[in-house]
């Protein structure tokens, strides 16, 4: 049986942040589903809905892990995700944390698998294998179950009736009312006309509406606001994208764009409690936290893994 070991150097070292791989060519976007012509800042509206869920996810590398193999060793790693919902009861002025899991995967390369021990009383590690042996696609591995619980859970709520603000780009594409919440802006997905469009956007206001991915096996409608001003900042300061799947209808998603950008600026953060104000959103920013608490402490879980593998090599 081939030995599991523990790398003795930090988890994260060495690891590069994780970024989605791209559903669409950013060239492929229809910019006139919603507004033909020029473009104009559109005044959100909030339509009364009366539960919103916040949907998140948090991932850690608890260890590097090596598979001492007869033919040399293999590169592998151990890892908590939690996701996680807060419900927002709008007509109650409360929120709750809801559908709080824990998730624990080791990912090994090289199209081997080991079991990983239990370590200490509940650390117990569902084993995968990669063909590959780059540490970033053990890591993309990794993410990407975290990805798909998050996807899950917003699914199952949207299909429960629950409006879904979910943090990230789209992973499920079907006809639920649920929205992409994106914070950062990698990709200029407009042209350079409707781009000075998102810079006229005042707090509470959208762009029109444009498809992302026309054509193509990933479309989704999309559409930028603001979700406050910032003295001092630049035109895009304090502004973020969403989505929804372009299987729902204009109509709809019209209707979901107006919703977000106008109840949106209610929970945005202060740059006085989170260094990512105002884009990452109060509820969200909560919810990491508990997400992170529930992973349990790193170094814990690092000594309980070293002490599992090293009992089991004696």
């Not at 994780?18 to 104009?40: H, N, R, S």
């Not at 992973?171 to 350079?192: C, I």
């Not at 026309?214 to 603001?226: I, V």
């Amino acid at each position: 049986m081939a030995r599991i070991h523990v790398e003795g150097w930090a988890p994260d070292h060495g690891a590069s942040t994780v970024v989605d791989v791209a559903l669409a060519d950013p060239e492929k976007v229809d910019e006139e589903v919603e507004v033909a012509g020029e473009w104009a800042p559109i005044d959100g509206a909030d339509d009364g809905v009366e539960e919103v869920a916040f949907v998140d996810g948090v991932r850690r590398v608890d260890a590097r892990l090596t598979l001492d193999e007869e033919d040399g060793p293999v590169p592998g790693l151990c890892g908590s995700y939690a996701v996680g919902a807060v419900r927002w009861d709008r007509r109650l002025r409360r929120s709750r944390f809801d559908a709080v899991s824990v998730g624990r995967l080791a990912v090994f390369g090289s199209g081997r698998i080991a079991e990983v021990p239990t370590a200490g009383r509940r650390l117990v590690y569902r084993s995968e294998s990669i063909p590959d042996t780059d540490p970033a696609a053990l890591l993309r591995r990794f993410h990407g179950a975290m990805r798909t619980a998050e996807a899950t859970l917003a699914e199952g709520l949207s299909r429960d009736g629950v409006f879904v603000v979910a943090d990230g780009p789209l992973n499920d594409f079907s006809a639920t009312e649920k929205v992409g919440y994106v914070k950062s802006h990698r990709v200029p997905y407009l042209s350079v006309e409707r781009r000075r469009v998102v810079a006229r956007l005042g707090p509470g206001q959208r762009t029109p509406l444009f498809l992302i991915g026309a054509g193509g096996d990933y479309p989704r409608y999309s559409w930028y606001l603001r979700l406050a001003a910032i003295p001092g900042g630049h035109g895009w300061s304090g502004v973020a994208r969403a989505e929804v799947a372009s299987a729902l209808s204009l109509e709809t998603a019209r209707r979901i764009a107006d919703r977000v950008t106008a109840i949106l600026p209610a929970v945005a953060s202060e740059p006085h409690l989170d260094a990512r104000a105002p884009q990452n959103l109060v509820p969200i920013g909560a919810l990491e936290r508990e997400l992170r608490r529930r992973l349990g402490d790193p170094g814990v879980v690092y000594r309980a893994l070293r002490e599992a593998t090293m009992e089991r090599t004696r």
